[in-house]
């Protein structure tokens, strides 16, 4: 019998885009697959949408009042996925039509201690129906070690994976965090091995609502995250040294771009401060030696800093939320 897939489908607010990601499951040239879709208290119509879909023998509905942290969801749903692979999907992305199909003819040749097969996805940019092809990384085999030593490098592709439904329920994600974002496969890697397939079969919308921003909660999440993976009873001795340069780059990362936006230098210092703490030689790095300076300068000495690099960087502003 074929292995039924669970395609979980996250939503919230894209009444524009989720009819072409609900179609986009439906449409999968593999047909042992059901749809849960949660929408996480939709305020703008894509509710009504997703209901037109009810009496669909593949789809299941979770639709929810209250906005929730996207962890709390991700966990809430997964109690109704039957399946044995699961697919995540958000309700402004869609998938090419044998994603699930190539992804599964993958794991028919692999042993169980391989959990998640990954891949590279187009972006497309709405203003223009501009679509490219999207970097990602390509870690292949025994993962954790090599996406540490690779972070920065390229990360897993959101919406591309398909993972092994014992992925999720050994590593549960955490509800007192908004989002994991990677960070979630950081903790499938600690006991599952990761299959690199080289086909784009994914793509993922850029658009106003969902543009890459900064904010410190996403950096909190970040440096949350990093610390509790290293509590974990699985995790290697060998990968101690790559963690502790991504927490301090992080870290690092997080400030210099809070100064970029001008938007609280005292929590940026702060940020400074902790980095120094785990590498005191990071307080040598050049960028950090300038963040440092800043923090400790007046409000429009920061602004004309910034506006200048702008300026030579030919750079537009960056979105903070």
Request: glycine share 4%; charged share 25%.
């Amino acid at each position: 019998m074929k292995s039924k897939v669970s395609i979980l489908l996250l939503s919230y607010n894209q009444k524009e885009f989720i009819k072409d990601s609900i179609e986009s499951s439906l449409n999968q040239s593999y047909k042992n697959l059901e749809i849960v879709i949660s929408d996480n208290g939709s305020t703008d119509g894509t509710d009504e949408i997703i209901k037109s879909y009810q009496d669909h023998p593949q789809v299941k509905l979770l639709l929810n009042n209250s906005n929730e942290p996207i962890t709390k969801r991700y966990n809430q749903a997964l109690r109704y996925c039957e399946g044995e692979y699961i697919s995540i999907l958000y309700g402004d992305d869609y998938y090419l039509p044998e994603k699930i199909e190539k992804q599964l003819d993958c794991f028919k040749n692999l042993s169980s201690d391989w959990g998640v097969v990954h891949g590279p996805g187009y972006n497309l940019e709405v203003s223009n129906n501009k679509q490219t092809l999207a970097g990602c990384t390509k870690v292949h085999g025994e993962a954790l070690e090599y996406i540490l030593k690779n972070y920065y490098d390229g990360f897993i592709n959101p919406i591309s994976p398909l993972v092994r439904r014992n992925c999720f329920l050994e590593y549960p994600s955490y509800e007192d965090l908004f989002t994991e974002g990677e960070c979630l496969y950081l903790k499938f890697a600690l006991k599952y091995k990761f299959f690199f397939l080289d086909d784009p079969l994914v793509v993922m919308r850029e658009h106003e609502t969902n543009a890459r921003w900064f904010s410190k909660r996403n950096s909190e999440i970040l440096d949350t995250c990093l610390e509790r993976l290293e509590g974990f009873e699985e995790f290697p001795q060998s990968c101690t040294t790559p963690l502790q340069r991504i927490k301090v780059k992080a870290l690092s990362n997080s400030a210099w771009q809070n100064i970029r936006l001008g938007v609280d230098v005292e929590w940026a210092r702060k940020k400074l401060i902790n980095a120094y703490r785990l590498s005191f030689i990071s307080f040598f790095f050049p960028r950090n030696m300038v963040a440092l300076l800043l923090t400790l300068s007046p409000n429009f000495l920061i602004k004309f800093f910034n506006n200048t690099l702008d300026l030579l960087l030919v750079r537009k502003k960056q979105i903070y939320k």
